[in-house]
């Protein structure tokens, strides 16, 4: 039988949905968007860039005899400025496409939703690590060369320091997916960057309104305060990794409830 005129050519399907083509298209959206290469340019730029003014400007400042308890906090300074541009990408990873109208698209080539949901988690983690861990090594050795001519420096092989190195790829990954999950659960740019902005940076200075022994129980849990711990040498009420390990707690739980709504929920 001939076409009809004007009917469209039936184009044969060449090859199933699977979950490693969904993290390729993942892959080839986040690279693909102008605010993906900035944002995590200004995350790379704070981790590197802090290392050398927060030091520099630490000595300038220091008076004779003076000590430094925490030189590590100095060279990791710029981590607590990246997470922001971390999780609010996060956020945008798959609010834009909300906005945009492309999730519905997207959900109409994949169906199943949940391994969307997974491959945009897994695509965006592993961009984000494999950013960080990097320039948290490099920051670490600018601030050396900053600390150490006035004796400040705590040497590489000192105990904990690689784990604090990694650890601070290891905490901007987990912010990241933190804030991916929040803006699947919102479906709103500015809600969701909102919401991330609010848990991690308002909720803190609140608990201060509670009586101190209720604060100093309940503060060590909140995520800022406990991913915070892998990043530190001393002592506290959690170890470093039981503090990262409350942090992915929150981000398995945004993601958890981000995949039942994203079942429930019209796109």
């Not at 001939?2 to 399907?13: D, E, Y």
């Not at 300038?60 to 981590?79: C, F, K, S, W, Y």
Request: include cysteine.
């Amino acid at each position: 039988m001939t076409a009809s005129v004007g009917a469209l050519p039936r184009i044969p399907h060449t090859g199933r949905v699977t979950q490693a083509r969904l993290l390729l298209s993942e892959w080839t959206k986040l690279r693909s968007v102008r605010s993906t290469v900035w944002s995590l340019l200004v995350a790379v730029v704070f981790t590197i860039g802090l290392s050398a003014l927060v030091p520099a400007v630490r000595m300038h400042h220091l008076r004779p005899g003076q000590h430094i308890d925490n030189p590590l906090e100095l060279t990791l300074a710029g981590v607590q400025m990246a997470q922001l541009a971390v999780g609010v990408l996060g956020v945008l990873v798959i609010s834009a496409e909300y906005s945009t109208g492309m999730i519905r698209a997207t959900m109409t080539a994949a169906p199943r939703r949940l391994p969307v949901l997974w491959a945009k988690a897994a695509v965006y983690g592993a961009t984000v690590f494999a950013l960080m861990v990097p320039s948290a090594f490099i920051a670490f050795f600018i601030a050396h060369s900053i600390l150490q001519p006035h004796g400040q420096a705590v040497a590489f092989g000192a105990a904990g320091v690689v784990r604090a190195l990694i650890g601070a790829g290891l905490y901007l990954t987990v912010i990241g997916v933190f804030g991916l999950g929040l803006g699947a659960i919102v479906r709103n740019t500015a809600g969701g960057i909102a919401l991330f902005a609010g848990i991690m940076f308002v909720l803190p200075p609140l608990m201060n309104v509670l009586p101190t022994s209720w604060n100093n129980a309940a503060s060590p849990y909140l995520p800022l305060q406990a991913g915070e711990r892998i990043l530190q040498l001393q002592g506290g009420t959690l170890s470093p990794w039981q503090g990262f390990g409350i942090l992915c707690c929150y981000a398995v739980a945004a993601i958890a409830a981000a995949a039942v709504l994203l079942k429930r929920r019209d796109v």
